[in-house]
């Protein structure tokens, strides 16, 4: 196995020996200013920031914050969480087909000492236990509170020794409660508002800050039922995760995490979710009622970091850190799942404009109705509530090229017979989405939209009819790269190639 | 007025050209169509011999809009244009507009001609060859016939078949104007202002007009040749008869604005051979992405609707409207305010009836940037409701003209609407997430002052709002 990092600060070594950090000492407040700087270096492709002195009105904790340290160079999202993972990273489809090996072979967790696990450097339960001693940022003007953005829920699941990992967000209330988006529809909340919640139990927790690369992307990933996410993300990092015992509970969480919070997700008890800058670049609104997070245990690293993650500027030209997971992450575990599912699937990937709503896929077209029966599959599954799109386009074409993309829709994608959409608003929406009005998102218990949407897929193959990209043969072609190159132009200017051949 | 020359001297100043030895292999053309996929700058092609002369590419394009850039697909043209070194999009689109105005009252300037007579041939000024092909091409010309009611200008490409033979296209329109034996020049290495006049006013269909009677004929200077007036400054003149022995049938690949309106091929005899000292010409590599010829043609009729649309309702509720190259114009994007509900739909079809070359219209805000593609590209999908604002037609239309699915006869159209709905309520408007909105003034003016102390390399100022 290869020597790579797990924690998360190794993953800031792998940064730093990329000088791709700016490490601020000058004191900075958790209230907008840092997610403002964090934010123009989102936009701008800048360093990632690590704010080493929080203003913070407690001040407990002497805790650091991290501004979307998972955001990937704009040209290659990809490229830290390869190297940190020791994949490719010069060729998109090249590192999606390393994570897809990875992915194949699972790697179980072990268990460690507790004694001698780095997230237990500091352990305050009851009452002692206070979230409020955290510099939680507070992100955008006009959001419902401060949160906890880059946050790994870690929960029971039935069939799992290790538990089910996921990411979702909290709203932090008080010194004991945080509200948490749980969306129907998804596996935990969907274990908690038709199991736990149904049976008046409460459903224990821990959401986990700062668990490292691994165990973030695999957060984001659509795991089948009965397997562990834990289990593929020591996968990714070709070692086991080393989890220990919470304190309060019977969970295992990582022990290199800067935070652990455990506690229990109260039985139809709700608190104000929002509104919030969300990932589809806007704030949505109006607040929502989401289940409460009651605290019971809070272990944590001396001088812990926080990482963060300033939704909303992962759209447009912006990354952040959710959308350099989309698409490092969530991208090759889709392509993986539509393969095993049996579909001739080349790359699945999300448009990196969105984030979320639409994904663009190349495939050829098997039989008749392959499309249509593949766009089916997912809007069932795991493209259930986020994704409306899928765009596709011809097997060879690299989907991680958005001119090739953007082309393939304006020239092939015919509006008589190659758009495609499955029923006028039968399906179901996150009330996340900014083009409901607030009276259609309603305030559904179970976190989906009152109102039902529509879901759509554009036919961009060409058939056999795409225009050249280049001319010259591939010796001459390179010659004239070293030509450019030696004038000045960026070699990784020439990347992602418009094909998946040129790029490999 | 700006000459070619002075044209490149601007690009090279403002980072906008890079430059290099001519290689022996591979040819220009391959270099230049690498540089534009790379969304590279443009490239001088310093020549290798001393009868060649130096080439350009990518003057007129380059750029696609799909990564933060801080260049633009206007930017070059628009700088040759004078009209900034930093152009606003509309500024350039205004300016391609008001070139091909009719004026009143001819005001033609005559300057000498920069360009002598030279004794080489026009096979050994060493225009490019294209990979697998045998002759030289010429691209980005300017073809100039004479005529007792004045001169017309026609965009022409062609292959140098011999010393003394060129095989060219022009469009149709102008073929009309002249017979075999008579004389036509061609130049290269003219002023952007005559490129871009030329190639708006042939995809408009009014190549009818003397150019002495268009705004261009005011603003570039010209000299009088055995074919018409050809612009003074230019590179490169070739004076040509129409040869007696004329092709059956075309060979040539086709420049983008013969996508847009019929071509003709015709065969000239060069007589006369005229070269400025050091001349550099421009030349595309043709039917490669982001390439000058499909750029020109993106611009000119991006300028064409643009004027249409504001000049058509009494009031002007367009903002800017954009033709992306990498889309090969088969999509259209507008930035408008919405009127009143409905105005959308009346706006996407006025655009098709004002258009056959795509199908499809996207409709954003009007405080949308036009830098700013990447917004477009994210509201297309976030903010349109997929039943309710992809809007189709039925399939009665007539089949756009650049998409390249294969339908025959009738087809749809769509227009996807990713404006706010003007019934909405104020408060169901959702802020957008961003550096301006998301954060007071104090802490935006703090963050900008510090930000290189803490490290930061970019200018944040490039961002939007800040």
Redesign the interface.
Known sequence: MSAVPVPFRAFLDVLEERNAT???T?EVSWD??A???T???N?????I?IFEAVQSRNGDVDARLVGDPYRGP??RPWEFLGRAFDLPVDAGPAYYEGVIDRLREPVDPTVGDPADAPCKEVVRTGADASLLEFPWPY????DGGRYATLATLVAPAPDSEWGSWSRHRAMIHDASQASLLLLAGEQVPNLYYFEYEREDEPMPVALTIGAGPAVECTAEMWIPVGRSEVAYAGALQERPVELVPCETNDLRVPASAEVVIEGRVMPNERLDEGPF??Y??????PRRSMPVLEVDAITHREEPYLPFCV???G????QNSSSTFQAAAGGPDATLGLRAAGFDVELAVP?P??SR??WVIATDRSYPGSLHELANFIFTTWGMLHI??FVFVDGDVNPLN??AV??A???????????H?FG??RMPKVPL??????DEKGSATVGTSKTK????YIDAL??G?????????EG??D???E??A?????ES??EPA?TMELNR | MTAFRTHLEFLRKTDELCSLERPESPSPQVVAAEALRADGPAVRFRAAEKSHVGLASGVYGGVDQLTRQDRSPWTRLGIGLGVDRDPEYVDVLEAITDLGDRIDERDVTYVERAATATDRTVRELGLPTPPDEAWPHFTLGLLSVGSDDGTYWAPIHGTVLDGDTIRARVPAAIRERFERGESVTVALGVPAEALAATTLLTITDRLSTPIEDRRVGSTVPVIPTAGGLVPSSAEVVLETELATQQPDTRSEKPEFWERLVDGATVTLDVTGVFARDDAVVPFTPLDVPLADDLQLVALALAARLYDRVNGYWGVSPVDWLLLPAAGRLGICIVSTEVLYAGFEWQLANFLFSRSDCFDTVVLVDEETDPHDLGRVLGDLWVKAHPSRDWLFSEPDAPVARLPTYERDGTGARLYVDATWDPRWDEEYIAPRVSFLESYPPDIRTAVRESWTAFGFDSEPDDVGGA
């Open positions: 700016a490490r601020i000058d907008l200013e997610s403002a700087v934010m123009l270096a936009e701008t492709d800048d360093r920031p704009q040209r992100i955008h003007h006009g800058g969300d589809f670049g806007y704030m949505n609104g939704e909303g500027t759209v447009g030209y912006g448009w404009f969105t709503t639409a409306d799109f958005p001119r953007l082309e829709i304006a020239l092939h994608a015919d509006p008589a017979e190659d758009f959409q006028v608003e989405n900014i083009y409901q009005t607030p949407t529509a879901k759509a060409s058939d009819n795409r225009p050249k990209q280049a001319i010259g043969d001459e072609r010659r004239a790269r030509l450019l030696e004038a000045g132009v960026s200017a020439f418009h």
